[in-house]
């Protein structure tokens, strides 16, 4: 038992214990890495020789993971587009307005979060097979718009309370139209939390599986969808090196985040002793 | 979960009558917020509430056209109720073991300097924003026959090594446990930090042994928190595909791999949907115990500030 004014015994099988479960968190998404790197690929850990194989054959003519890895950056980019523009609108509605009901617009847009995905794919299907779109990038992205969106607006509704309202009234005082205050004032002060929303929904969208595969059709397989079915049907090992690079997307996301955040504060620091004409500017 | 939590309202005069209304809605803040508010509201109302909406409807849509019930007969009975009963069962395991496992792993963190809480937080964060696609194949790879974990346990002479870890119920709660785990950890982890130490120390100073404090004093301070991480988790394994369909066998096949094969297989889309609506009454059931924990627990703190 865990006493609270730990005996040393406690602590050691306490920090024993973590110590296993933090390898049980971690040890899938080594061993892929190190495996993807392996000459044999679906096997032994470590690998008794090195290869680059497995990489050189995602790229090699006739394999169907360029294909799908193209398809999946469009979708993600898409969405990035859809649920940061909306989620900006929405984060402003929520975060600097007398919005009317806004307890349940709120409550709507972090609504995809709790609702199981399955749901939501079955209802995306009824909805774009009478439309002739399944196996549109475009219907997959609006479908994974719906699990980004409120990720987007999570992220933006934080960064704009982080934000000062002060500066911006000053601003207005010192007789900054809107446009200029937005574009001089919120908007600089904003970019990190936007670049963040921006991260999370591409990740989201590229990282999806069920909306995906409910919505493709031959030509239109996403990245996680091809890996799903490979899974299952055939085997093919260059899939531990697809499995990687969706591991090295993610990583290389979650870095350029933190960066962000460590810049943005340092930049907001820098930014509260306005020293910015603010007056001079208004078109 | 942060995104259960109701939002701080703001302070608005009450506007009980229709002049109350019409003078909100004329503010000029109010139309920034209804201009800016719009779009996803309507984006969600077509994408999210219609097709749920409609999903609704066809499981209550006979092949005749006329209403029926017998989609929500059909699916629970025979095969379908297994597979209900099923996925209510491993979605329990899964979120009794993520509480124990999370309860211990939160707690070490709490007790930890701030500086390795920081990187062991790391630990159990960057997992949780990897596809769980590729965290399920990792696994797969681990727990085979000749995967990592048999070698080992067969390396130190386990009697009984290699064990059957896939394509069994074992596998099926291993991975789905592993990826609710860090949402786990992270919502103790809030509570935890949360407790304040001169209680627990006031209860020590008085005489009260190691077990009583921590069952008396600490256990009840983060009760509501266990119970909201239990219940959100479970949630979140309802619906879960990816790591059962792929790591389980023919008798751990979930409600969301049924809907799938519905689907696709079988083009039986009033089944699909009746499955669905079930799904989906059952996560709304969790959503409203969350909720009435969260007023009990309110009401208790009250109690005794009182």
């Not at chain 1, 000053?170 to 936007?194: C, E």
């Not at chain 2, 095969?79 to 792993?105: H, Q, Y």
Request: glycine share 8%.
């Amino acid at each position: 038992m865990i006493g609270l004014r730990d005996s040393v015994a406690g602590r050691v099988v306490l920090a024993v214990i973590s110590l296993l479960v933090l390898v049980f968190l971690g040890m899938p998404i080594v061993l892929i890495l190190v495996t993807s790197f392996g000459s044999d690929a679906l096997g032994s850990f470590p690998p008794e020789s090195w290869t680059m194989n497995w990489y050189q054959q995602l790229f090699a003519d006739g394999s169907r993971w360029p294909a799908a890895l193209a398809l999946s950056a469009t979708v993600a980019a898409l969405t990035t587009v859809f649920s940061v523009a909306l989620g900006m609108m929405a984060a402003i509605a929520l975060v600097r307005s007398d919005l009317p009901m806004r307890s349940a617009v709120y409550g709507l847009v972090l609504a995809p979060l709790v609702i199981p995905q399955v749901v939501v794919a079955l209802g995306l299907f009824l909805l774009f097979e009478p439309a002739a779109m399944l196996g549109s990038p475009i219907a997959i992205a609006l479908g994974h718009t719906v699990l980004a969106t409120p990720i987007a607006v999570m992220i933006l509704m934080a960064t704009l309370k982080g934000i000062d309202e002060r500066l911006e009234d000053a601003a207005a005082s010192m007789g900054a139209g809107r446009l200029t205050i937005a574009r001089r004032i919120t908007f600089p002060l904003a970019a990190p939390g936007v670049i963040a929303a921006a991260i999370f929904s591409f990740i989201t969208s590229f990282d999806e599986f069920f909306i995906s595969q409910f919505l493709s059709s031959v030509d239109t397989i996403t990245l996680p969808v091809q890996v799903f079915n490979v899974l299952q049907f055939d085997v093919d090992p260059t899939v531990t090196a697809v499995a990687a690079l969706l591991i090295a997307v993610a990583l290389v996301a979650l870095g350029l985040v933190s960066l962000l955040r460590r810049f943005g504060t340092g930049k907001q620091g820098g930014l509260l002793p306005v020293d910015v004409p603010a007056g001079g500017d208004t078109k | 979960m942060a995104v259960l939590a109701p939002p701080p309202e703001p302070v608005v005069a009450a506007a009980t009558t229709t002049g109350g209304w019409r003078r909100r809605l004329s503010g000029r803040r109010t139309r920034f917020g209804l201009l800016n508010a719009t779009p996803v509201v309507v984006y969600l109302l077509i994408l999210f509430v219609y097709p749920i909406f409609s999903t609704l409807l066809l499981s209550l849509k006979g092949e005749d056209g006329g209403f029926t019930l017998h989609w929500y007969t059909d699916a629970l009975t025979g095969t379908s109720l297994d597979i209900l009963l099923i996925t209510l069962r491993i979605s329990a395991e899964t979120s009794v073991i993520s509480l124990v496992i999370g309860f211990l792993l939160a707690y070490w963190i709490t007790r930890l300097r701030p500086i390795w809480a920081g990187l062991v937080m790391l630990v159990v964060v960057v997992p949780h924003f990897i596809s769980a696609l590729v965290r399920t194949y990792g696994w797969i790879i681990l727990l085979g026959d000749h995967g990592l974990v048999n070698e080992t346990l067969m390396a130190l002479h386990v009697p009984g090594a290699p064990f059957q870890l896939l394509y069994n119920e074992l596998g099926v709660v291993i991975g789905t446990t592993s990826v609710m785990l860090p949402y786990t950890v992270l919502l103790l982890y809030a509570v935890m930090r949360g407790v304040d130490r001169g209680l627990i120390a006031a209860a020590a100073s008085m005489g009260a042994g190691r077990l009583v404090t921590f069952f008396r004093v600490y256990l009840p301070l983060v009760a509501p928190g266990l119970v909201n991480a239990g219940i959100l988790s479970f949630i979140l394994c309802l619906g879960y595909y990816l790591t059962p369909a792929l790591m389980g066998g023919p008798k751990q096949t979930m409600v969301a791999s049924l809907i799938d094969e519905q689907v696709m297989k079988n083009n039986q889309w009033n089944g699909a949907s009746a499955l669905g609506v079930i799904l989906l009454l059952l996560t709304f059931a969790g959503l409203l115990l969350l909720r009435l924990v969260k007023s009990v627990s309110e009401a208790a703190k009250n109690r005794g500030a009182a």
